[in-house]
């Protein structure tokens, strides 16, 4: 590894149970100081893949180094410079947040006086000093993510890995959150590893994104670089004909880059949205159809998602694997 990749992935896969390719063969490295962010629907492989490079799980093959530590060889140099905040809650109901990230320090071996004074800094980070000394049990949804935040960072290390950090949390919270995740970076040229659901967030915290469908990586690059890679404005129209295929008629028409058609719903890549769509509208008339429907939207990180994995992430078609862990997503977004 250079000196500047923290992280390198080599073919990593894992298959459960002899059939299930959860992770397929993927590479990619992150850089020190990066927010690397896993984008993908339910599913997709994001807590497989973290659950590998934080030795929780053993790949079925491939490899990857933490800070030039094999994941398969030196699991134990590997936890100790790592911290991982889980997509599930981990925290220990009847115990105190503040003893909640004593044990996990204890377990670490940080010495007690040393532990005390980290874990009432990281409090304080994470705005938790006023519920410190109260049972979990009594924590929100939002306090209990914090807290898991700031048991990742008792042992101060050098990569962070976060797990859907932000799911389920209400507007505010989750500025706080990405809050702390600036913060770490910044003031500690922390490397910080994410995992997340919401395009939104990868689009404002992350300096790169991997997007991730079905186990294989799709795409990887800045925010930026996979907004420029869709080439062209998307003009989104609706019909009111679903039994008569109009895409390739669409299609004839000089400017339009591409057209993907969902029963009466097209989405139709143009060079300029604003010249192409009255002309859009004046082809399906022709026809002897009417558009109910026009929107009209610049490249975004959304379009980039869409573009790349040729679904969206909230319309998933969905398997009985997948409703499992929708299952779980729900409930976590409702505690
Ligand atoms: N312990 C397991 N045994 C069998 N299959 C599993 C296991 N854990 C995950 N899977 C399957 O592996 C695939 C990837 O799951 P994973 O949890 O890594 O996805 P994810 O991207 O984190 O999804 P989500 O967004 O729902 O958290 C899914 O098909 C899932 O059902
Ligand atoms: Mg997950």
Redesign the pocket.
Known sequence: MTENNVIVVRNLSKV??GK?K??NKISFFIKRGEIFGFL??????????IKMLTTLIAPTSGDARILGYSIKGDSSMVRASIGVVP?EFTADEDLTGFDNALLIADLYGIPRAIAKKRISDLMELVELNGAMNRKVSTYSGGMRRRLELAIGLVNHPKILFL??PTLGLDVQTRAAVWRYIQKLKKDYNMTLFM?T?YLEEADSLCDRIAI?DR?RIIRIGSPNKLKAGIGGDIVSLSVNNDHEDLTDMLRKINGVVEVKRVGKDYRIKVKLAETLAPKLITAISAKGYQVTKLSMTKPTLDEAYLEYTGRSLREEET?T??V???R??LRLSRS
């Open positions: 459960y149970g299930i959860a992770v993908g629907p339910n599913g997709a492989g994001k807590t497989t893949t997509q797990d859907e995992t659901h991730i186990g398997s694997g997948d499992m862990s929708q779980r997503t």
